[in-house]
C-alpha cells in the first residue's frame, strides 16, 4: 500500500513507508520541498505530493516557510530507510536549482521529472526483469549489474529492440536537460529494484492479514 492510499487508512496510527510507490513518492516530496524553499512558494496545492506528505505525516511548517520541514523529513526518511547516500540529494539540490529558476518553469520541471522517472523505471522492468529473481544475498553483485545497466543506458546507441531503443534515448535526452548523472540513476534503479523484489512478499502479507479478520 502506497503513502497517498495510506493517507486515508484511518486504522493506521503508525506508517512506514515500504515499497516502489513509496520510494518514488518521498523522493517526489524531496524535490517539490526543494522547488518550493528556492522560489519561496506559499500555495502548497502546486506540490501534491508534498501536501500528502505533510498531511499522512503531521509535518508542522517550519518558520511559515512551505518545503523546509518536509525537505528535512522526507530526505531523514530517504535516508534511513532506504540508505540514499549524501550525493543523491546533492544532484537534486543542483538539478532544480539550474533548471527550475522561475514559477514558469515549474511545471515543465515537474513534467520532465516525470517522464524521466516513468522512463527509467519502464527501463529498468525491461532490461532487468530476470535479475529481480536474484536473491537478496546477491545485493552486491545486483548492484554491480544496475550500474553496468545504466552505463549502458547513458552509453550504448543502438539496441535490437525499437521500443528499447526509443525509451532510451528518451531516458538520456531527460538525463541531459535534467543534469542528472549515471550514479544517479544507478543508486535511483538499484532502489526501485530491490523494493520490486520484496513487494510480493509484502501483498502476500497483507492479503493474509485480511483473510484472518
Not at 515549474?106 to 536474484?134: A, C, E, H, P
Amino acid at each position: 500500500m502506497g503513502i497517498i492510499a495510506r493517507l486515508f487508512n484511518k486504522n493506521k496510527q503508525q506508517v512506514s513507508p515500504k515499497g516502489v510507490e513509496d520510494f518514488i513518492s518521498l523522493t517526489r516530496v524531496y524535490f517539490q520541498s526543494v522547488i518550493a524553499v528556492n522560489l519561496g512558494i506559499t500555495n502548497i496545492r502546486l506540490f501534491p505530493d508534498v501536501l500528502n506528505f505533510k498531511r499522512l505525516f503531521k509535518v508542522p511548517t517550519q518558520n511559515g516557510r512551505i518545503g523546509l520541514a518536509e525537505k528535512a523529513a522526507s530526505r531523514k526518511m530517504l535516508m534511513q530507510d532506504y540508505g540514499i547516500s549524501e550525493n543523491f540529494f546533492k544532484e537534486i539540490d543542483a538539478s532544480v536549482k539550474k533548471h527550475c529558476r522561475t514559477q514558469n518553469e515549474v511545471q515543465s520541471y515537474l513534467f520532465l521529472y516525470q517522464g524521466f522517472s516513468n522512463d527509467l523505471i519502464m527501463l529498468i522492468g525491461t532490461l532487468m526483469q530476470w535479475k529481480f529473481r536474484l536473491p537478496s544475498v546477491f545485493k552486491g553483485a545486483l548492484r554491480t549489474m544496475v550500474e553496468k545497466t545504466m552505463h549502458d543506458v547513458c552509453t550504448k546507441t543502438v539496441w535490437k529492440k525499437d521500443d528499447v531503443h526509443k525509451t532510451a534515448m528518451a531516458v538520456r535526452q531527460y538525463k541531459e536537460r535534467l543534469g542528472y548523472s549515471e550514479q544517479w540513476m544507478s543508486e535511483y534503479a538499484f532502489n526501485v529494484i530491490m523494493l520490486a523484489k520484496n513487494e510480493p512478499r509484502h501483498k502476500k502479507e497483507e492479503n493474509s492479514g485480511k483473510e484472518k479478520k
